[in-house]
């Protein structure tokens, strides 16, 4: 039998020369049982879609057994959150800040005197004269104590 046209389809399909159909009738061919000695080589290239090819695919189990050798453990899946576990950490922050005021407080009631001292009654009137450094009060207050000072001839 001359096989001259699937070798000219063949040599074809190496040059990436053929239409889909052409390729269609070199699958056809290779997949009939009677190929010639010649062709047998290509025959694979044309049949791998058709055979069963079974899927060597990692499962769940090859997973785990990496985890475990890694030393990872599975991935946790996600869960509920309360208000109130979302507020714990402003809860606790507000608690240390009221413990701190109170020991602050009480810390500054016990540094205060048990009497309270005796101010001297003239402590808070001066008696310097001077060039005063405020000006809008300077005038009022001098003019006040010269007018209320005795006036000695």
Request: net charge negative; aromatic share 8%; charged share 25%.
């Amino acid at each position: 039998m001359d096989y001259k046209y699937i070798e000219q389809l063949l040599d074809r399909y190496w040059l990436c020369e053929t239409t889909l159909e052409e390729e269609q009738i070199l699958r056809t061919f290779f997949s009939q049982e009677n190929v010639p000695v010649k062709l047998l080589p290509y025959k694979d290239l044309f049949t791998y879609e058709h055979e069963d090819v079974q899927s060597h695919t990692l499962g769940e189990e090859f997973d785990r057994k990496m985890l475990e050798m890694v030393g990872e453990v599975a991935p946790v899946k996600a869960r509920k959150i309360s208000m109130t576990q979302r507020l714990r950490p402003l809860f606790k922050a507000a608690a240390i800040v009221a413990i701190i005021l109170t020991l602050g407080n009480a810390m500054q009631v016990a540094m205060q005197p048990t009497e309270p001292a005796q101010v001297a009654e003239n402590e808070y009137t001066t008696t310097e004269k001077g060039a005063s450094v405020a000006i809008a009060d300077t005038l009022r207050s001098d003019s006040m104590k010269i007018s209320e000072a005795p006036i000695i001839k």
